[in-house]
């Protein structure tokens, strides 16, 4: 293999590969920032259930009381 060779293959073949694992660095970054991104929405979801069950329990306490 002679130093021209070498060149074009590395230029044929090497800036895919560069790019290719520069893309997937970036998508295994962005599925890291969704996963924290939806765990806190699943947090949020799931204490605004417990405050909405409170209310509703409050509420029928007090209708109860009315009775």
Not at 5 to 20: D, E, H, K, Q
Not at 23 to 35: D, G
């Amino acid at each position: 293999m002679d130093v021209n060779m070498i060149t074009t293959l590395i230029g044929t073949v090497g800036f895919p590969i560069v790019c290719v694992i520069g893309m997937a660095w970036f998508v295994y970054k962005q599925l890291q920032i969704h996963k924290d991104e939806t765990d806190k929405l699943t947090e949020a979801l799931n204490n605004n259930t417990k405050i909405l069950s409170q209310i509703l329990e409050h509420i029928r306490e007090q209708e109860d009381d009315k009775k």
